[in-house]
């Protein structure tokens, strides 16, 4: 029998397909009921493109469904998985190559609706490949798209290392995205929109590119793979930027530095553009963490000391390290695993904060969500990852650290501003959809940090009864109303 954990992040090996030109859109496709249904209580749609529509497609995850689904119970949790689990290579594949004149593998993977390669959202795609991910130099293996995705992501670090999101690789033909919400984006440093399809400079961006180095490294030990194109280049790039945001709104005598990355935009949302004309609500001198503009939902910060995104670099910046160890990048191995150590200090030491226990004189110590070093904080979770919910999960600290089941307990709980309850679902949500609308992904991480069966089931059966019978993970749902949610996968 295999655990939830496995299901969730099981993955196995990939063969392009070229894809007809009579191919339906899976925006529109994915909003439509498909033959045949679960037959459940739900009875919820198949999901999946036809075959010939499907970007990738490979005999390994259809094995791997049969098999898995087999073992499942109850067949709207069967069908959830048969259609979301392959998601990933049915729809969002959208090209693999190489770089121009090259042996360099490149793989463009575009985050659902949007055709775009986000760092952070890239990542996490390929997360979901990790338990089968093994050493080949097979251009349809995993290790492949692994590659793929660290040499493009390279090449987007050293062309834009403050921004979050970007363009087809100009090798693949595909034209650049219109992105209208950043067309009167001002924005400094400056970019291309041919290269860069939004600037948000957002930490856990930068800590993603480290994480799916890691992932690879330590799967396959191919070591060679990082001195041979761009890797050393783009790590260097990665810690300029963090040393260079680590500078405070103040110099010591009282005037206002110099910020190396500014950013407005015209719109009627708050999240969406920063306070100060571009430079974001003071940050204090001396704290040793990293600013961050924006959080990983692309809402910007209230305070950009943002804890969970240092804790993501912190402990993606300590595991890659090893791999400069390996290519005998010393020097850089040293800064690395330096920055890791010093983090994880100042995160104690301005992360953690007390507040007043509501049955008794006592304070208890939590995670802030964000500090400013001059003791504001913002106490709450965002349903994105990284989160403070999710910080087990990405490996900064196992479950039963003290502060974190403190803190794990007031996120889960009416005082968390962002834990949206209904008799739909019941989980934490953000800004980015605003209150009301509660988040299936923390509803997920919710499983993977929790070891209590009835927590666990009780979060799968909203997962699973709320599609409105599409029978896809959407973005957000009305706690409230099953039928109002945004994004459908």
């Not at 993977?109 to 338990?131: C, E, F, K």
Request: glycine share 6%; net charge negative.
């Amino acid at each position: 029998m295999f655990s939830i954990q496995t299901l969730l992040l099981l993955a196995v090996g990939i063969i392009p397909l070229v894809l007809s030109q009579d191919c339906p859109d899976y925006s529109v496709y994915s909003t439509q009921y498909h033959a045949p249904f679960s037959g459940g209580v739900y009875n919820i749609s198949s999901q999946r493109p036809p075959v010939e529509c499907r970007a990738f497609i490979s005999q390994g995850v259809e094995d791997a469904i049969a098999q898995l689904s087999a073992t499942i119970a109850d067949p709207d949790l069967a069908q959830l998985f048969t259609n979301t689990y392959p998601n990933t290579l049915d729809t969002a594949i959208k090209w693999k190559g190489h770089a121009n004149g090259t042996d360099e593998e490149l793989t463009f993977v575009i985050t659902g609706d949007i055709n775009a390669m986000w760092l952070r959202d890239s990542a996490n795609q390929m997360q979901s490949y990790l338990p089968l991910l093994n050493a080949s130099s097979a251009n349809d293996s995993v290790a492949s798209l692994y590659r793929g995705v660290i040499n493009l992501q390279s090449r987007y670090l050293l062309t834009s290392p403050y921004c979050n999101s970007f363009q087809p690789p100009v090798e693949s033909n595909i034209p650049p995205a219109e992105n209208s919400a950043a067309s009167d984006d001002t924005v400094t440093p400056t970019y291309s929109n041919q290269s860069v399809f939004e600037c948000k400079y957002e930490l856990d961006s930068l800590a993603a590119f480290l994480e799916v180095s890691s992932n690879y490294y330590n799967a396959t030990q191919n070591a060679a793979f990082f001195a041979k194109y761009q890797w050393v280049n783009a790590v260097n790039a990665v810690l300029d930027v963090a040393n260079a945001m680590m500078t405070s709104t103040y110099a010591a005598n009282g005037s206002v530095n110099t910020s190396p990355y500014t950013f407005q935009r015209l719109n009627t949302r708050a999240s969406e553009t920063t306070e100060n004309d571009g430079l974001g609500n003071p940050t204090q001198n001396g704290t040793g963490l990293i600013r961050s503009y924006f959080r990983p939902s692309d809402d910007s910060t209230i305070f950009q000391l943002f804890i969970p995104a240092n804790m993501m670099f912190s402990r993606y910046l300590a595991s890659a390290s090893l791999i400069a160890v390996a290519i005998n990048e010393t020097d850089l191995a040293t800064k690395m695993s330096g920055l890791a150590s010093s983090l994880r200090t100042a995160i104690d030491t301005y992360g953690i904060v007390s507040l007043p226990s509501a049955n008794s004189s006592l304070t208890s110590q939590i995670y802030a969500y964000e500090v400013d070093g001059y003791g504001s904080r913002n106490i709450m979770d965002d349903a994105n990852i990284p989160s403070l919910l999710a910080a087990p999960f990405f490996g900064y600290f196992d479950t039963n650290d003290e502060v974190y089941q403190a803190t794990r307990t007031l996120l889960l709980s009416a005082n968390n501003p962002y834990l949206m309850r209904g008799p739909v679902i019941n989980s934490i949500g953000g800004a980015h959809d605003g209150p009301g609308y509660g988040w299936p992904m923390a509803s997920i991480v919710r499983i993977f940090t929790s070891d209590d069966d009835d927590e666990i089931m009780t979060a799968l059966k909203e997962i699973v009864s709320s599609t409105d019978g599409l029978g896809l993970i959407h973005e957000s749902i009305n706690t409230f109303n099953q039928s109002d949610w945004t994004r459908q996968w």
